[in-house]
């Protein structure tokens, strides 16, 4: 199956940057996967998308991170980035990342804590 592992998180202040990083291992690269993105999840609301692969090859963003964060990735460290910029205390959240292979199923890592002071 796929294991998919974030790291980066931390407490930042406002203003400031953070890379978070999200390796996947298992049976398969992420090359071959049908969708990745970053998601995330806040006290007392509902997950959210932040970041995602669009079916014209392109990225979607949130709103409300748009020209702030940036989704990339490295095929042959098997690992998808998301880069945060302009860090706002709203963005404080459990970050999470998804894989998507369509013939066997989607994925979650256990997720990574940004935490943006004001």
């Known amino acids: 199956q796929v294991q998919l592992v974030e790291s980066g998180g931390g407490l930042v202040q406002a203003g400031g940057s953070l890379r978070l990083s999200c390796v996947a291992s298992?049976?398969?690269?992420?090359?071959?996967?049908?969708?990745m993105g970053w998601y995330r999840q806040a006290p007392g609301k509902q997950r959210e998308l932040v970041a995602a692969?669009?079916?014209?090859?392109?990225?979607n963003y949130a709103e409300s991170v748009k020209d702030r964060f940036t989704m990339s990735r490295d095929n042959a460290k098997n690992t998808v980035y998301l880069q945060m910029n302009s860090l706002k205390p709203e963005d404080t959240a459990v970050y999470y990342c998804?894989?998507?292979?369509?013939?066997?199923?989607?994925?979650w890592g256990q997720g990574t804590q940004v935490t943006v002071s004001s």
């Open positions: 692969d669009s079916s014209d090859g392109s990225t």
């Open positions: 998804k894989a998507l292979i369509t013939s066997v199923g989607s994925y």
């Open positions: 298992g049976m398969f690269f992420i090359k071959s996967f049908n969708f």
